[in-house]
């Protein structure tokens, strides 16, 4: 279970990193949409590993089929089913942890869910289950941008303790691309890419923080009580892989202030409706109000190392282990693509779900 | 929409706080439940304002009735209907707002998403909304107790600045009420108490962070892809008015450091696999290993301060506004409860998820 | 669990016969639908026992209440909780059924499911339930009426074998009413009025088929796979109390022809598609398709009788049972409002949903 | 929107006739079944057109492909995806009929809905979308029956008005698959071998009823309101392409007879509470009770006939069209496998929402 993602734009993922192919279907997006798999495969190509010396030299191409939904370019209001094949799987890395249990993986709580455990690759829990979130973020997005020409721009915030200072009003998609570990602040980044090139040498990993702005969201998408659209980007992003906090707006570091200096005043700026600050991260009530959404996910160290761990076996022994496998040292710059597709996924459902309850696309007056 | 949570344990609340009464209705609870009006009254007193001087000075007795579902002291498997009276509800406070937007409020977002607004008491998006969810979760909490012997630990964490040292291990929920606050720490609770009667004294208002702790979760619950356990957590805990940031185990400070350095190993203890760290605060991969859960929410500053603010009205003129109304200087003690309501919503979802799709309620092996 | 209906109209109900209330709450109904609790009593009233010598003595005044989502006589978009409170539940009547199953009804099943059974008046197998069912079919007719003037009519088709004859297209909700039975055809309603009376004399009951015409519901509405608006009508109807059989435009006499007789052929009428003949009975494909709704549900004669009867007790003995209680010999005239109700939940879910697909609550063109 | 059926055993279906390929995704099956290409090949085969000169000449190998969900011959408990490729796919049959809409055929609807159409064979509205769900069904008939030794036996009970004499306590698979027209009676067989063969011959089509009967149900499935075993089943039925009514038990016949004749008297068999007759169709109050299900669905004459047929152009002219293509003339024998398919998922879905709600995969006691 837990395979489907969103209730009027929903996605069902499926798929392994070691079976033949992985991929999706998507119920529910509108009809008449202009797409191609071009529009998906170019995300995908942000998510592909290999790109960079940074990340794992595993080689996937990663190329999107749309086998069905589609008409003579336009969606139909059909399900759409997106598939990727695997390619260049070697199982064979992963024989010698058949029976052992790597540290702060799935691989135990799995077993001990299911009774059954597809060893080769960490089955659903791998990272690669995100090549099928990404591809539906892509239509997501499609629809977003040419309805409401909504921007959503992901960017690495923080590696360890190293820092971007970046203005998320301002921040470009050419910008986060042209840095290798996708930081637009260029000191920052080159700073980063020596910190992840150290940890590579010693066998470790890095985590930290990519943030992600939303730019052209119309007030009043998400609903007020469980159906926040806050509480549902929460949710998108801790179902990404290794992602172990959320925050929006001001976020932990909002709390320390008090209310006089964290409420944010109304105005009137060219005639309509803002707020002056956006601590608020363009959600009051788990409503959007107009402003750009902000948000940060936190990401963990990558849990595989080369470097040797304490485990324990399937039959209860205590042991050494040494992963092998190709893998990145820090996922966040890969990680940006996927937090930019949840992000899409949350506001294309908020969308059909605001017009349907409402009737309208956008604000009541 | 959006006024239910859950899928196999599905709450759905209703109720403004200036209506005549709010409740929520629990399908999916199993049958043979012992349960009475007295198991969720404990909990709605704890939630309820006006237990110190430190919180709101409205009355609200905040009675609950089962209505249905019941059948001699026990769960018939019928949906239980929770029904709680308003009482001293006094919309002439709010008269004088009926026309300007409250920062930081969902006033002006309700308004734009639905073209009306009972801006009596703030509708739907008042945090007198929460009385139906901490109703709900007394029954998800008293299912988890009986079955599974889980403990739900919830306290402040830290107010302003303010953080109190806490062993998430040890804390006993006596420990927690015995503080005015919440916080379990006797001299940051001291100096908790202290801020906020300052706050109150100015007309302003604080933040903070509650964390919870779940000791006794079997390994297994949750589900590996959209379904994570942290991610429902994290949905829950965000749906919680003035809620911020969420974050799990070692959260956005886990970010900071290695791999080798963050990884939990598994080690055999009294004949068991357990983590010899708890970094992921008992969820890998989504699911629960068995260790104790630890969670972290943090809360803005209350919005409604008596200071006087800049804002809009309806229609369009900038205006300053003062508060009146009864409000809480700081959410924070009084969020504990919602907190803790939240978590036995999430598990007790989860339990029966798990249950229903392996056939058991525990681990496989 | 089974206690919710509908995705973009949500209705869960509560209740027993015997509890002190019983009602539902409504998510998803739009902002801005002027409602008052006279547009629920009047379809309260029509399903409310009492109404004539043909059915039950039973009092029940069935008062509905609206406790929330409402604001100046308007619906706000938040959830509607409706409450109607029981009166002269008899339990004595029920007690020396406690430890017997009664022939055809829901005594059996529900003690095997759950362990457990309100044996006081059947629990949520009791037809009380439909109190809330027609309650919030109100709330979706007021919706289906305001929106798009469509009307909904149900009649008693047939009792026994007494069957009316009615055009579906011509028949107005103000004849139905004219019946004691509500079979709008004066002959066949008075040989059903005799028919009623000489089972109510021996103590026994009677079933039929209740038909329901929907006009004015426009061409677009339902999904084309499992989302049909004919198998979402199904769904619904069958899981009103008694309920055996379904159809939809020709049902089951349509299966006897041939595809040439069968079909309805497309024709221009005042310059818009129209089909020659209705056989598809509105739907095509599972989506409407501009036609009246034509539908048709079997009612077994009820199971509750006050002849004498074999069955067996909770302890595995075989016994000789007597009903008591105040029961109808024939249900099929208050079963109207109930299909009615369920008709408009169901239209008003799709129309929801179309309009949150397709962006337009009618026709693409 | 409408792909997705099932709660807890759910499947969802994509892909059209003319596309590349169909298939589905099942999420919620258990983990550790045994499960192969193989059984759902066996139940594909079935499905299959060109079994005889009796259905229509395509030539649909319908290979199935598991590509997710499965580790060495078993389920994994993550989500399963099936995969059949199209072959034989003569868009040009359907050239000339992109501008006219086929009466009876989901053209126009779908066309209304959308404002698009994949006119080449049907889109989503074309019955090869089942095979899908006997895909899916395959899956959930071995859970069924390694689980339950539950038997799902469908049958032709009546094409036209020649009906077949058949006991559905004693019918058996093997004994439908001995008749070309899967009906068990080999006198009613062979009359309907010999009107299928009058109506091809003169271009036109036939309907009819399915029967089908399912064995070995615990007592206890099913939910007391909405979630009725039979509303569940007939929502599977109607979503049936061609399908127009459903009834369960004595159906639309048993509303004739009084309640003192219709009522199933309980009795004890075998030391086990039974009912003496089955009028009930082995659901009483929405659960099962232990014995046989029995349910019937009625099937229109196939809309596509050879024979000239008026209709209107999407431009709004009138004309007779003759349709080409390749089609059944009766499509009962073929809708057999596809019935018990969607009696399958309804009952694998209750199943493990029993399951998960009580604890119990049977009965309390």
Not at 75 to 103: C, H, M, Q, W
Not at 163 to 177: I, K
Not at 298 to 319: C, H, L, M, N, Y
């Amino acid at each position: 279970m837990g395979s489907t993602f969103g209730r009027a734009f929903r996605v069902t993922t499926w798929g392994e990193s070691h079976g033949p192919a992985l991929g999706c279907v998507i119920d529910g997006c509108p009809p008449l949409l202009p797409l191609s798999e071009a529009d998906i495969q170019i995300e995908l190509d942000r998510r592909r590993p290999g790109q960079s010396r940074l990340t794992t030299s595993r080689k996937e191409p990663d190329r999107v089929e749309i086998l069905s939904g589609l008409f003579e370019g336009k969606t139909t209001g059909s399900s759409l089913a997106l598939l990727v094949r695997n390619e260049d799987a070697r199982s064979k890395d992963y024989e010698r942890i058949e029976d052992v249990f790597r540290p702060s993986h799935a691989d135990y709580t799995q077993e001990v869910k299911y009774g059954i455990r597809n060893w080769k690759g960490g089955g659903r829990a791998s990272a690669r289950e995100t090549v099928a979130r990404v591809a539906a973020g892509a239509v997501a997005r499609k629809l977003l941008t040419l309805d409401h020409g909504i921007e959503i721009v992901g960017y690495v915030h923080r590696i360890r303790d190293i820092a971007g200072d970046v203005d998320p009003d301002g921040v470009a998609r050419a910008d986060v691309e042209a840095s290798p570990v996708r930081c637009p602040d260029p000191a920052a980044s080159a700073a980063m890419v020596e910190a992840i090139d150290a940890v590579r040498a010693e066998g470790d990993s890095l985590g930290g923080v990519v943030a992600c702005v939303v730019r052209g969201v119309p007030a009043g998408w998400g609903e007020p009580v469980f159906g926040k659209l806050d509480a549902d980007l929460a949710a998108g992003m801790l179902s990404i892989p290794a992602a172990k906090g959320f925050e929006v707006g001001s976020g932990f570091e909002g709390t320390i202030g008090k209310g006089s200096e964290h409420n944010d005043p109304f105005i009137i700026r060219d005639g309509a409706i803002h707020t002056a600050a956006n601590r608020s991260g363009g959600i009051q009530g788990g409503i959007s109000n107009g402003e750009s959404l902000l948000l940060r996910v936190a990401f963990k160290p990558t849990s595989t190392i080369r470097k040797p761990q304490q485990t324990v076996t399937r039959d209860g022994r205590e042991v050494t282990m040494e992963a092998r496998g190709r893998h990145d040292p820090c996922v966040l710059p890969r990680a940006v693509p996927i937090v930019e597709a949840m992000a899409a996924l949350v506001l294309a459902d908020h969308y059909l779900r605001h017009r349907g309850q409402t009737g309208r696309a956008g604000p009541a007056f």
